[in-house]
């Protein structure tokens, strides 16, 4: 319990999808929270960050937030509503709440706008963060791509960020890495191969768990991919492993 009043709020990095990639301190502020909520897709489906914190805690402890999936933004800002309510009963009375998300919670996170949203309402509450492991780590670890040394840079994008921005990135980057690919990885692939960046790329989705798919990205040419993938373009390419 939360001794200061107000209550706490934490959002917990679970990684991205091995159970085993969770951090030491992530593990413990999800065992030692009052409540343990994890968000859930409108498709109902059992999502990566509830499948990790399953691995380690009761069902019964885990307490799920509906988020929708879709682009009606009138039905996403109502589940932003409905989810702070329900977050919002056990912080009024001073308690820790602490929400899983896949990969780190300062990334692309639906933690974000939880947090903002109940702080909209309860702004005396208590938001901390645990940092977890993201996708573009585990990939390159499980590829052999070495990301950055010396002086080299590096740009992480969503596929969303639209053709241009890519086209710039690649141009001015040693390493490029995209999330987000879903139907967009067809036109992203056809970006990489007229900059001559296609070569050394890597794909990789469902990383660690049932249906893992790593492969050069060159032969996800024409396909498409789960909107979770990601892709890095490496000047040097996979280098160990």
Partial sequence: ????????????????????????KGLRILREADEVFVPVADTGEVGRAEATV???????????????????EEARARN???????????LSEGKTCAFATIGDPNVYSTFTYLARTVRL??????????PGITAMQDLAARSGTVLLEGDERLVLLPFTAGEGRLREALDLFETVVCYKGGSRMVGVLGVAAEAGRLEHAVYGARLGIEGEVLA????????DAPYLSTVIFSRKGAEFG
């Fill in 54 to 72: 399953r691995e380690y805690l009761d069902e019964g402890r885990v307490r799920r937030l509906l988020f929708a999936l879709s682009g009606d």
């Fill in 121 to 130: 309402h309860m702004p005396e509450v208590q938001v901390e963060t645990v």
């Fill in 1 to 24: 319990m939360n001794e200061r009043g107000g209550g706490r709020l934490i959002g917990v990095g679970a990684g991205p999808g091995d159970p085993e990639l969770l951090t030491v």
């Fill in 216 to 223: 050069p990205a060159s032969g996800m040419s024409g396909r």
């Fill in 80 to 90: 932003w509503e409905n989810a702070a309510r329900e977050v919002s009963g056990p």
